[in-house]
């Protein structure tokens, strides 16, 4: 498959994860903690975040947003609640599974078990929001550059290590 447009990239990882759009019925309220956030490249024009929200956000020297886990509450956490849940970025969206991308082998693994507590989901229900996940992972796997992704890698290390049960795809 060969690399897609961004904006193309981004509207078919939309369509896998459209049927969890409203999956968490908190709207993220327990999310406050959530250890780090990327924004992937360009995702800020995608939603159209202002330019308020995106300089809540750290850029690295790569140009990539991000939240580190030590660092500012996120913008859209207002009220203890997402207040742009509809336009969340794509690593809320996918939460709570996790890629981690093996850059050497060009794979990926995205855990088995769910990392949330909240979440209310019928087991067969979780099983398919963790396809459509593996699906969008497949996609950032051919479509990202590898620096994107070694930095994926590292804002999520501190998961990494509790995802045991991870499955190669």
Excluded at 55 to 62: A, C, D, Q, V, W
Excluded at 89 to 97: G, I
Excluded at 140 to 156: C, G, H, Q, R, V
Aim: charged share 25%; hydrophobic share 40%.
């Amino acid at each position: 498959m060969s690399q897609l447009h961004m904006i193309e990239l981004y509207w078919r990882m939309k369509e896998f994860l459209k049927p969890f759009d409203n999956i968490c019925p908190q709207r993220c309220s327990e999310c406050e903690e959530k250890e780090s956030l990327v924004i992937f490249p360009q995702e800020e024009s995608f939603w159209n975040y202002t330019k308020k929200e995106v300089s809540t956000f750290l850029r690295n020297e790569e140009g990539y947003l991000y939240l580190p886990v030590s660092g500012p509450g996120c913008p859209f956490y207002k009220n203890k609640s997402c207040s742009e849940y509809k336009r969340r970025p794509f690593d809320c969206r996918m939460f709570p599974y996790y890629p981690i991308f093996d850059i050497y082998e060009n794979a990926f693994v995205v855990n088995k078990e769910m990392a949330c507590q909240f979440l209310i989901i019928p087991q067969e229900a979780q099983e398919d929001f963790r396809q459509a996940v593996i699906a969008v992972s497949g996609l950032l796997n051919i479509n990202m550059p590898i620096s994107w992704k070694i930095f994926y890698n590292l804002m999520n290390a501190h998961v990494t290590a509790k995802i045991l049960t991870a499955e190669k795809v």
